[in-house]
């Protein structure tokens, strides 16, 4: 499945101040079945935004109007649990481009990042500042900016570098997978394998 190039984003941003948020929680393993990307998002978080008879919880963010964006603004440790890809799956359908906290899973982050959605770590204390920021004003907009690896609340200027893998901000940038990526050099793969014959 093709990802979109990612440049810039600004956006507003949805609060979710939980932490310790694992896997199963993000998608439940009952819908695991499927084995194509599609669809996963209607399944995000289910368990907390439905409640036993399939009616919304009406004070879980991601039932509350206030809320929009393709940010996703979490808590401590977000992404732990299993490995389960469909986690990244879930997020990257729902429509969020990017995920921000304090702590990642290393498998979600990974997950994440091969997925097209950008994982952004910072310190705690900014992480407070945007989900006081946003507590504020919900409609408050944030810049993320890749190329110079910045996080922006826009309404503050306040603004914090991220780190980044190199390989893995330009396949981002690119809009490519690990297969894209290779292809995009096949040429010098194959000067490369002619200059060993």
């Known amino acids: ?3 979109d190039k990612f440049e810039q984003l600004e956006s507003r941003a949805v609060p979710m101040p939980i932490e310790n948020v694992d896997t199963d929680q993000i998608i439940p393993a009952r819908f695991l079945k499927a084995t194509t990307r599609d669809g996963f ?27 929009k964006g393709e940010i996703l603004i ?16 879930a997020v990257g359908d729902y429509g969020f481009k ?8 290393d ?20 992480l407070d500042d945007i989900f ?27 603004s914090v570098s991220f780190d980044i893998n190199g390989y893995k901000k330009n396949c981002l940038m690119n809009g490519y ?7 995009s050099i096949k040429d010098k793969i194959h000067a490369y394998e002619a200059s060993r014959n």
């Open 107 to 126: 498998i979600f982050r990974n997950n994440s990042l091969n997925n097209g959605i950008l994982p952004i770590t910072v310190s705690p204390e900014f």
């Open 98 to 105: 990017v995920v921000v906290s304090s702590f990642f899973a």
């Open 1 to 3: 499945m093709p990802v």
């Open 177 to 183: 997978d690990d297969i894209d990526y290779l292809l």
């Open 41 to 67: 998002g209607e399944n995000l978080f289910r368990d907390w935004r439905y409640d036993g008879k399939n009616e919304p919880i009406k004070d879980f963010v991601l039932n509350n109007p206030i809320y």
């Open 74 to 89: 979490a808590g401590k440790n977000f992404g732990c649990g299993s490995s389960r890809e469909h986690a990244a799956w």
């Open 132 to 158: 006081s920021a946003i507590e504020l004003d919900p409609t408050t907009q944030f810049k993320v900016d890749l190329a110079n690896q910045t996080f922006t609340i826009m309404d503050t200027g306040d």
